[in-house]
């Protein structure tokens, strides 16, 4: 079995989903597993960040806390195969239902590579499971590592998720992200190159950006050899640094209402380049830890309302792309 990024291309042409506004992230699943629903299981492999650990800095990025997006069984203390029975448990819906298991709580390459490898085998040797997903920061990859990962994503289905979160450095300076754009550039052309598929995550709205630098955010990460996006709005969370910096400086800060940042999505994605899948347009952090905004909107209402206001304006992915 092939998961290269092509497989899914090849596979999207046999389906006839030309008339699609975008490439979502269901139609996708389904072009590389036409066989079974697949649905992803978050791991806590209990790996830590460098920008946590004093190693780049401590105290994380200014927007960060981990515990916004970790389910109730996702927890340190238990074993990666116990993770993935209550994951598979809680998620049972379907019939012959399959799983990617999903490192997600922190940097899941910051390890010695024969723990991260451990890890990794401990989730693919689940008898449910199909594939890995492993959310990492760009500057906690190296060449051994990548070498793995591309010879198992011959046989697996393997997706680095790197956290980009803007292209501009001022942005990634103050917001203590201990990174560059540069750093995912290249982390992604290399992952690319491995035959690996390959995802950014960008936050919309970050302090101090204007509407123009968030859509230049588009143009930038359409040139890198990028399978998906995951995009979702600006949102401050209790206890963070970012909190503390809107408390003093509420200037530095713009909170769009659901209709602003549907328009602004949509305005995004006619920039983004065509082929790329998009994963996800917004997140929603639990109510106890979020501050702004707040919608009222579940995802999925969030997404209706989206695909409503893109057949009212006519458009689609990549309509404004220039390569």
């Given at each position: 079995?092939?998961?290269?990024?092509?497989?899914?291309?090849?596979?999207?042409?046999?389906?006839?989903?030309?008339?699609?506004?975008?490439?979502?992230?269901?139609?996708?699943?389904?072009?590389?597993?036409?066989?079974?629903?697949?649905?992803?299981?978050?791991?806590?492999?209990?790996?830590?960040?460098?920008?946590?650990?004093?190693?780049?800095?401590?105290?994380?990025c200014t927007f960060c806390n981990n515990q916004t997006f970790n389910?109730?069984?996702?927890?340190?203390?238990?074993?990666?195969?116990?993770?993935?029975?209550?994951?598979?448990?809680?998620?049972?819906?379907?019939?012959?239902?399959?799983?990617?298991?999903?490192?997600?709580?922190?940097?899941?390459?910051?390890?010695?590579?024969?723990?991260?490898?451990?890890?990794?085998?401990?989730?693919?040797?689940?008898?449910?499971?199909?594939?890995?997903?492993?959310?990492?920061?760009?500057?906690?990859?190296?060449d051994s590592l990548l070498d793995y990962l591309g010879e198992t994503?011959?046989?697996?289905?393997?997706?680095?998720?790197?956290?980009?979160?803007?292209?501009?450095?001022?942005?990634?300076?103050?917001?203590?992200?201990?990174?560059?754009?540069?750093?995912?550039?290249?982390?992604?052309?290399?992952?690319?190159?491995?035959?690996?598929?390959?995802?950014?995550?960008?936050?919309?709205?970050?302090?101090?950006?204007?509407?123009?630098?968030?859509?230049?955010?588009?143009?930038?990460?359409?040139?890198?050899?990028?399978?998906s996006i995951k995009l979702h709005q600006l949102q401050l969370i209790?206890?963070?640094?970012?909190?503390?910096?809107?408390?003093?400086?509420?200037?530095?800060?713009?909170?769009?209402?659901?209709?602003?940042?549907?328009?602004?999505?949509?305005?995004?994605?006619?920039?983004?380049?065509?082929?790329?899948?998009?994963?996800?347009?917004?997140?929603?952090?639990?109510?106890?830890?979020?501050?702004?905004?707040?919608?009222?909107?579940?995802?999925?209402?969030?997404?209706?309302?989206?695909?409503?206001?893109?057949?009212?304006?006519?458009?689609?992915?990549?309509?404004?792309?220039?390569?």
């Amino acid at each position: 079995m092939d998961f290269k990024r092509k497989s899914f291309f090849t596979k999207r042409n046999e389906m006839n989903i030309a008339d699609k506004r975008y490439n979502d992230y269901s139609t996708y699943l389904k072009g590389v597993f036409p066989e079974f629903k697949v649905q992803k299981i978050s791991i806590n492999a209990g790996f830590t960040c460098p920008n946590r650990d004093g190693k780049i800095s401590r105290g994380g990025c200014t927007f960060c806390n981990n515990q916004t997006f970790n389910p109730e069984y996702c927890q340190p203390d238990k074993s990666i195969r116990q993770q993935l029975d209550e994951g598979v448990e809680f998620f049972k819906k379907y019939q012959g239902q399959r799983y990617l298991a999903y490192f997600q709580a922190y940097s899941n390459t910051y390890a010695p590579n024969e723990v991260l490898m451990q890890r990794y085998e401990e989730a693919l040797s689940h008898p449910d499971v199909v594939g890995i997903v492993i959310g990492t920061r760009p500057d906690c990859i190296n060449d051994s590592l990548l070498d793995y990962l591309g010879e198992t994503a011959k046989n697996k289905y393997v997706m680095v998720e790197y956290g980009v979160e803007s292209t501009i450095d001022r942005t990634l300076q103050s917001i203590n992200r201990g990174h560059l754009f540069e750093a995912s550039q290249t982390a992604i052309r290399k992952t690319a190159e491995k035959g690996i598929s390959t995802c950014a995550h960008l936050i919309l709205g970050l302090p101090n950006e204007s509407r123009e630098e968030i859509l230049s955010h588009a143009e930038h990460i359409s040139e890198l050899p990028l399978t998906s996006i995951k995009l979702h709005q600006l949102q401050l969370i209790r206890g963070t640094k970012m909190a503390t910096e809107y408390a003093e400086h509420p200037e530095w800060f713009r909170f769009y209402t659901a209709d602003e940042y549907i328009d602004l999505a949509i305005d995004f994605i006619e920039r983004v380049n065509p082929s790329f899948v998009i994963e996800r347009f917004v997140s929603q952090s639990p109510q106890e830890f979020r501050i702004l905004p707040n919608w009222g909107l579940k995802n999925y209402e969030f997404t209706a309302k989206l695909e409503k206001r893109l057949r009212e304006r006519n458009t689609k992915q990549g309509c404004k792309y220039r390569l």
